[in-house]
């Protein structure tokens, strides 16, 4: 009897290969987005991160925010009910007031400087408390794009220039005090509705317009329900790829040294891929019937950067951290 047992034992390893087996022990990497499957970073996490690890982990892409709402993925993560999303310094300063450093208007210049801060050690201790407090590690800093006002409205009726002209018009951000601070500061009347609702609140009317980079505009296909663009460039956006800290712990070393260069190559993937859309799409939009123009940027920085003075967010930024950001641009 005991022969016959080991000899089936025999066939049932032969024919279930040991990869089958691996396969089912290999940690399933959930990431939640409220971004679609074609946004770049969608696509560069998809073919450069998922690809990477594939050997000792299994990278499973949810988007759309079909697993988790928009702004509730750190929480998710936090308590063990996803492993990986693409966040936003607005999100982090939901748990970490000192992170709207990195969401003000204006801050960064550029994808290259956003990287420069990133791998700078002033972000240390902010890392550090995001993976003591919250269990997240925030692996690298996705370019998102530069966002710009988008308006429902034709220019004839309503062309913005200065951060005067957008008064009293409802401009949709995303939900989180940082955001409404960011509407505000750039003159708008902030209404806070989730990403995968904006085309709607766009096409009815519920909202004037929304702000965002123009490869979103482009990829949620808000042309088809807008009429303008002013190129504020009010915030050079980034997020940031967070993953579990107990997915990291549970990883070799030799492991968490591929998900690190697989979460860096995808950041930069994601980065060329974002910034070559930017050229090219104010061409597909003025084809589209779209006015895209730039406004007096003189008059939308110095506004918005005044408003940040002084402010409650202002109070939370370590000292000296904005000297070392801004000393880390042009
Ligand atoms: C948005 O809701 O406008 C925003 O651009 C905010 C970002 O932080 C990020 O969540 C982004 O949406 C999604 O990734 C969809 O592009």
């Known amino acids: 009897v005991f022969l016959a047992t080991t000899g089936a034992l025999a066939l049932f390893a032969a024919s279930f290969a040991p990869q089958d087996l691996m396969a089912q022990d290999k940690p399933v990497i959930r990431m939640s987005t409220p971004a679609s499957d074609t946004d770049q970073r969608s696509v560069a996490l998809a073919t450069v991160f998922g690809p990477a690890i594939a050997e000792f982990a299994s990278y499973q892409p949810h988007y759309n925010s079909s697993l988790i709402a928009q702004g509730s993925e750190l929480e998710a993560i936090a308590s063990g009910d996803l492993e990986m999303s693409i966040t936003s310094a607005q999100e982090l300063a939901n748990f970490f007031p000192e992170f709207s450093i990195f969401a003000t208007g204006y ?9 420069k801060v990133f791998g700078d050690p002033l972000m240390d201790p902010f890392k550090q408390k995001v993976e003591d407090e919250l ?41 989180s005090d940082a955001w409404m601070f960011l509407g505000k500061a750039i003159g708008a009347n902030p209404t806070p509705v989730a990403f995968t609702e904006i085309y709607t609140a766009l096409q009815t009317g519920a909202v004037d317009g929304q702000d965002n980079p123009l490869p979103t505009v482009v990829d949620a296909k808000f042309y088809e329900v807008t009429k303008q663009v002013s190129l504020t460039a009010h915030l050079v956006d980034l997020n940031y790829i967070a993953l579990s800290k107990s997915v990291w712990d549970g990883l070799t070393a030799e492991q968490q040294a591929a998900v690190q260069k697989a979460a860096d190559d ?3 993937t994601a980065r060329q891929g974002q910034l070559a859309k930017e050229e090219e799409l104010v061409a597909f939009l003025t084809e589209q019937g779209l006015d895209v123009y730039e406004p007096d940027l003189a008059a939308f920085r110095s506004h918005v950067q005044a408003q940040y003075v002084g402010s409650e967010f202002a109070k939370a930024w370590p000292e000296g951290v904005l000297d070392q950001i801004n000393a880390l641009g042009d």
């Open 266 to 268: 995808t950041a930069e």
């Open 107 to 115: 801050i960064h210049q550029s994808a290259a400087h956003q990287v």
């Open 135 to 175: 269990g997240v590690k925030l692996l690298a800093v996705m370019y998102l794009g530069k966002r710009h006002v988008n308006l429902r409205f034709p220019r004839s009726e309503r062309d913005v220039m200065t951060p005067a002209d957008l008064a009293g018009v409802n401009l949709r951000m995303p939900g």
